[in-house]
């Protein structure tokens, strides 16, 4: 037994439970709906390391497998995306998110029709059919009307939600019912057909995306800016003038003026993109950095979130255990 294949995914389940647990009480007293999609998607995180826990200090059995390949490959990065939808969804991110959405449904079929994932042609032009219209109708509403871009999001990760468990349920697997690398002992999707690997692209691509470009984006909404690319090229703006600006943001930093919500969604766009990277390589072969990265990546985000206080700033358990207050005692 690897005790590092033991370890880090018990470690990873447990500090993403415990991070559920907190912001799921704030999402109690405060009852934003980011919150609880948020909660959501670390309520997954931490079942979907419990598997891998399971799995390496007891064994990989066939519903072990199944329960891991669905809710890590299919709901983590999805539902922790579209809690950032909602977040920001007074702005215009709804752009953005409906075109990751088109983005993540393209690539399940380019993949779909090459040798990468045999029969699953199918599937992958079904799967851009629904991401194209669910992504359009999420960029429709942002123009339209930007509250309405959130629940669209959400509905169109429902549908899919349920759709992907009653394929990764009911799909035959390779024998002897789960795959995990020769080497590394980490587990892998190889054991599913293509049909059902193909379908996570909306999922993990928009999800993963989302996540990282909109702690981003927060952090370029709170930060001194320096404006080097004009605001209309949208993302790239976001991009660019966020890096020219962290020169004035760590200057504000070290004076004792900068926002705490700006290293805080650094953090956690550097936690969100270490699994993301982890996983795609876990994809192509690559294993043994895939439960390192679930647990450095989850750390980063958890640290993140400490270091704001608007977001952590009471901790509960049924009753306050800590609180203070917000900097100029706004709410």
């Known amino acids: 037994m690897n ?11 447990v ?22 999609v948020w909660g959501i998607g670390l309520l997954c995180y931490g079942v979907s390391a419990g598997t891998e826990f399971v799995g390496g200090a007891f064994g990989w059995s066939e519903p072990v497998y199944r329960a891991w390949y669905l809710v890590g490959a299919f709901y983590v990065a999805a539902f922790l995306g579209a809690g950032t939808i909602y977040l920001l969804s007074k702005t215009g991110f709804g752009y953005f998110a409906g075109a990751t959405i088109l983005l993540g449904g393209l690539l399940s079929y380019v993949f779909s029709h090459s ?6 042609a199918t599937a992958g032009t079904i799967a851009f059919v629904v991401a194209a219209v669910g992504g359009a109708a999420v960029i429709l509403a942002t123009a339209v009307r930007r509250r309405v871009a959130a ?10 939600s349920v759709a992907a468990a009653y394929m990764t349920m009911t799909a035959a697997l390779a024998a002897p019912g789960w795959a995990v690398d ?28 989302c996540l990282v470009f909109g702690a981003i984006y927060s952090a370029y ?14 993302a790239l703006a976001v991009v660019v003038n966020s890096l020219a600006s962290l020169p004035s943001a760590a ?6 003026r900068l926002n705490s919500r700006v290293p805080a969604t650094i953090l956690i766009a550097i936690g969100a993109f270490i699994p993301g990277l982890t996983s795609s390589l876990d994809r ?48």
């Open 115 to 120: 040798s990468l994932y045999p029969g699953s």
């Open 15 to 36: 500090l993403s439970f415990v991070f559920a647990a907190l912001v799921l009480d704030q999402w109690w007293q405060r009852r934003h709906s980011f919150q609880l």
């Open 151 to 160: 629940h669209l999001a959400m509905a169109v990760l429902v549908i899919g």
């Open 284 to 331: 192509f072969g690559i294993t043994w950095s895939f439960f390192l990265g679930e647990f450095v990546g989850l750390l980063f985000i958890f640290v993140g979130f400490l270091v704001s206080e608007d977001v952590f700033r009471n901790v509960r358990l049924g009753a306050t255990l800590w609180s203070r207050s917000p900097a100029g005692g706004a709410d």
């Open 3 to 13: 005790v590092l294949n033991v370890a880090l995914p018990l470690g990873s389940s």
């Open 251 to 256: 200057a504000a930093l070290a004076g004792g």
């Open 182 to 209: 020769p080497h590394t002992h980490i587990p892998v999707g190889s054991a599913f057909p293509g049909y059902v690997r193909v379908l996570t692209g909306p999922f993990n691509i928009a999800g993963a995306l």
């Open 221 to 234: 909404i709170y930060m001194p800016k320096r404006r080097v690319v004009p605001v209309r090229l949208g």
